[in-house]
């Protein structure tokens, strides 16, 4: 039976898969591997598929899916007035919005703010994925792998990881690592991480470095999400995404000074200035929804946030293409910021 990657990603986008291995377990998915590399064959490894762009035409090699589980924490996970601390390890394939869900539930702080970000915990340490304040470098102990260069299991602890924004060593070698499972360390309490974020602080009524009750900054941050199209939802095709699809531009002091004077800016401790990509694309006259009157109303910017470029339905790659490079070079000309596509692209290019 063929395998569509459309089946397989969040965008619904994407044709047949040549080969399809389902790895259950972690020998499963590391022998999966192997065999594909020893015998030369191009591997795309799937887990939730929510930042995956994929060709009209499909894949050409195995398609891995990684659908291993378990969640394993240690005695002193146990919250009470002597805890120091939960260890939490997780295999690849689990879910993220559920481990969070647990996290929160068995009162283990540092990830609550992570709420409702679709995908598989194995694909959070490679692009160092980030929320409202949080991102998951702050609470990760360790990443075990497999490489397929050394053709063995490595352990990486947090500070040989290279986590940067949205960024860590394995997204700058992608194909090199499998992740097998993640170690989080995670305090104890009910009590959730300060609140950085200022738009969470203002729907939880709290100041910014404050902290809320662990349950009720999951629950703002699930709404928040969900008012900007960013909590799956099959009837709704403001979800049929890959996220965001251009991270946000760090630019230099002097591009940053060319921007409009009331474009957000957030300097950074090395002297460039972070933007938002949304601002950008919404001031270069691509609105909310921006598409629906073309290309047959297939693919469109999200009627809820600027930064989704979403399936309306009967859309292919290419439709969604096409609308990304209308937007990156539409901005392009206005503000001279070139975006870059976050999602990983798949036998197509931008
Ligand atoms: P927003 O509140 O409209 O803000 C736009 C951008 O400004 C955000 O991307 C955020 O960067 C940045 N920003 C805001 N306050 C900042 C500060 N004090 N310092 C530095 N940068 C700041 O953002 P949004 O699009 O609705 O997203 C809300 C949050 O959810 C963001 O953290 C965003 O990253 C996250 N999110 C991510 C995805 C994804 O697919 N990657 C999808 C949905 C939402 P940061 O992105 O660094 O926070």
Not at 16 to 32: D, F, G, H, K, S
Request: with cysteine.
């Amino acid at each position: 039976m063929t395998v569509e990657l459309r089946d397989l990603t969040t965008l619904r986008l994407g044709g047949p898969a040549r080969r399809y291995v389902e790895a259950a377990t972690e020998a499963e998915l590391i022998e999966a591997v192997q065999a594909a590399d020893e015998a030369g064959e191009p591997v795309l490894l799937v887990a939730g598929g929510s930042n995956l762009v994929v060709a009209d035409e499909g894949f050409d090699g195995v398609v891995v899916r990684i659908a291993t589980t378990g969640v394993t924490s240690d005695v002193e996970a146990r919250c009470g007035p002597s805890c120091s601390g939960a260890t939490v390890t997780v295999a690849a394939g689990e879910d993220w919005d559920a481990f969070v869900a647990r996290a929160v539930a068995s009162e283990w702080v540092g990830v609550e703010a992570l709420a409702g970000i679709p995908g598989a915990v194995g694909s959070t340490p490679i692009q160092n994925v980030g929320a409202y304040g949080q991102e998951v470098a702050e609470s990760i102990a360790r990443v075990r792998v497999w490489d397929r260069r050394l053709k063995g299991v490595r352990t990486f602890a947090n500070a040989d990881c290279v986590f940067g924004y949205r960024h860590s060593r394995f997204k700058a070698d992608l194909s090199r690592h499998v992740v097998l499972d993640v170690t989080f360390q995670l305090r104890c309490g009910d009590l959730g991480a300060p609140v950085k974020y200022a738009e969470l602080a203002r729907t939880l009524g709290v100041e910014q470095g404050d902290r809320a009750p662990l349950g009720k900054v999951r629950d703002a941050v699930l709404a928040l999400r969900r008012g900007k199209g960013m909590v799956l939802d099959a009837d709704d095709h403001d979800t049929w995404s890959a996220g965001s699809f251009f991270t946000n531009p760090f630019l230099s002091a002097e591009q940053a000074s060319a921007l409009p004077e009331e474009s957000p800016r957030f300097p950074q401790p090395d002297g460039t200035v972070k933007t938002s990509a949304a601002w950008l694309i919404d001031h270069a006259g691509f609105g909310k929804g921006h598409g629906l009157d073309l290309r047959g109303g297939r693919v469109s910017l999200s009627t809820k946030h600027t930064l989704a470029l979403t399936n309306r339905g009967g859309a292919s790659t290419a439709d969604l293409l096409e609308l990304a490079r209308e937007v990156r070079d539409g901005v392009e000309r206005t503000f001279g910021v070139r975006l870059v596509n976050e999602p990983v692209l798949v036998g197509v290019e931008l």
